[in-house]
């Protein structure tokens, strides 16, 4: 399976998956890294890996549309069946978001559908939660809230701030992402109906 990953800064997730997908018994390939940033610091660690990187510059383009449109003509020159965002702080459009339903997947640093959105970590400790963690899902249209396919937990620690939290959450993010990918390009796990599927036997 062709996997694209979409990234705007660190790439550490992105990173995890080029590293699985490189073993030899992983069935996908990753075809193409794009980030909306110019300077996201995971666009060298991609071209390191011999793997082709595009930019596209959300500020060059006056609509969200137009963005869209020249990501998915991107995505399609680049034959990608799966598209990974690894920390790709953009909002799509639902045409977008419609068209690719079912290929895109997310990593999200809390237990959804707990703290969407922005800065979770600070938002789980604000709630005072004493587990947080992180979850993969499909992309639909409403933020942070397609069929969850994985999740790990964690446990927040009594002193934790938001980059202790952070940190721990990470390392489970590490962990997950890369097996959340191989369940789906395994097909262990597929998208129908706006749900996730089990093969069974898996
Ligand atoms: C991760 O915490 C991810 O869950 C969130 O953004 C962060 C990206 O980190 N969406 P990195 O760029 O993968 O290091």
Redesign the pocket.
Known sequence: MKIAIL?S??????QRLIDAVAAPDFPAEIVCVISNRPKAK?LAIAAEAGIPTKIIDHTVFDSRAAFDAALGDALEAAGAELVCY??FMRILTDEFAAKWEGRMVN???SLLPAFKGLNVQQQALDAGVTISG?TVHYITPALDSGPIIAQAAVPVLPGDDADTLSARI?KA?HQLYPQAVRMIVTGEVRFEDGRVVTAEGA
């Open positions: 990234i800064g660190r790439g550490s997730n992105m995971g690894a920390g990593i999200h640093p992180c990470l993010e």
